[in-house]
């Protein structure tokens, strides 16, 4: 079983920045790729981000490429998602997944484990 924690969402103004974690625990965290994903009320689930394996293999959603990097730091088991630029439509729970394909992906029904999420809010 694979455990994921999320933490950094608050409150923002727009034009600023947040950085997210995601703590993963349970198994091998070299063994999974970790996704970020967003849902805001009345709305779907929508990929954020993705980091492979590896750092250097990576890949984000349209609405924040140019905006947002992730990194992960494997020798203490965290991913983080940073976020600049924020827009009042960021605003949503940010979920960090974990996906033990052999290649990323932004698919979400590939991701096995999943966080309880945290609240990202930004205000105009």
């Known amino acids: 079983q694979v455990q994921l924690l999320e933490s950094g969402g608050r409150s923002v103004q727009a034009g600023g920045s947040l950085r997210l974690s995601c703590v993963v625990s349970?198994?091998?965290?070299?063994?999974?790729?970790i996704g970020w994903f967003r849902q805001a009320p009345g709305k779907e689930r929508e990929f954020v981000a993705v980091?492979?394996?590896?750092?250097?293999?990576?890949e984000f959603g349209d609405s924040v490429r140019g905006r947002f990097t992730i990194s992960r730091y494997n020798v203490v088991n965290t991913v983080y998602l940073q976020m600049s630029d924020l827009k009042p439509e960021a605003t949503a729970v940010y979920y960090c997944?974990?996906?033990?394909?052999?290649?990323?992906?932004?698919?979400?029904?590939?991701?096995?484990?999943w966080g309880q999420g945290t609240q990202v809010t930004v205000s105009s």
């Open positions: 997944a974990a996906d033990r394909g052999l290649s990323i992906t932004t698919d979400i029904s590939r991701y096995d484990y």
């Open positions: 349970g198994r091998t965290f070299t063994d999974y790729n």
């Open positions: 980091v492979g394996r590896s750092t250097s293999v990576f």
